[in-house]
């Protein structure tokens, strides 16, 4: 049981936390696609959690290395940026082939702008530091604004389109100058 607390494993108490958080993010995804939006909400959130996990036994251990720091944007993106975006385009009522296109192409949008941010923040990262910083919108806070504009939907207060004008808006600040602090 040393491997658990070598920086070096792949399998260290840290990566397999993150672990867990990829396996949260794809099972959520498989829930969705069964309609059940509450199991999958459940699930994002758990991810959440082992994301927030993961950071602090690396920290706490000196575990941080390049492999914790690749594997920790993989599962940010599984859990925090494809699985949100999966769980709206599903939720959202789409009556047209083109709406479908349109839709469609706001999530890859949004997609792409979410594996954009985690490959910026990669090249920019130095092993153990965290920065007082975020700048843009980080991947769990873009999610969390995805999820609200789901219950958005889900309740009817708002409609298809500006909800689409919004997840832009989300998509663009991931990869902007505003400066969010670092919990």
């Known amino acids: 049981m040393k491997f658990l607390y070598e920086k070096d494993s ?3 108490i840290a990566n397999i936390v993150t672990f867990a958080n990829i396996s949260m993010g794809l099972i959520a995804m498989y829930f969705i696609q069964q309609g059940n939006f509450f199991m ?3 699930l994002a959130w758990i991810a959440g959690g082992f994301d927030i996990l993961d950071g602090k036994l690396a920290r706490r251990y000196n575990l941080s290395c390049e492999f914790g720091i690749q594997i920790d944007s993989f599962a940010d993106f599984i859990s925090f940026v494809v699985m949100p975006a999966f769980l709206l385009f599903y ?4 009556n047209s082939g083109f709406e479908i296109f349109i839709v469609g192409m706001v999530f890859i949008y949004y997609i792409i702008s979410g594996l954009r941010r985690l490959i910026e923040f990669n090249i920019k990262s130095e092993e153990g530091k965290v920065a007082k ?3 843009g919108v980080p991947t769990p806070l873009g999610a969390i604004l995805l999820w609200i504009l789901y219950l958005l939907s889900a309740y009817d207060l708002v409609g298809n389109y500006l909800i689409l004008s919004l997840v832009v808006i989300i998509g663009y600040l991931l ?5 969010i602090p670092h919990p």
């Open 10 to 12: 792949h399998f260290n």
């Open 40 to 42: 999958a909400i459940v």
């Open 91 to 94: 939720a959202l009522e789409k």
């Open 133 to 135: 910083y975020f700048t």
């Open 175 to 179: 990869n902007s100058k505003v400066k």
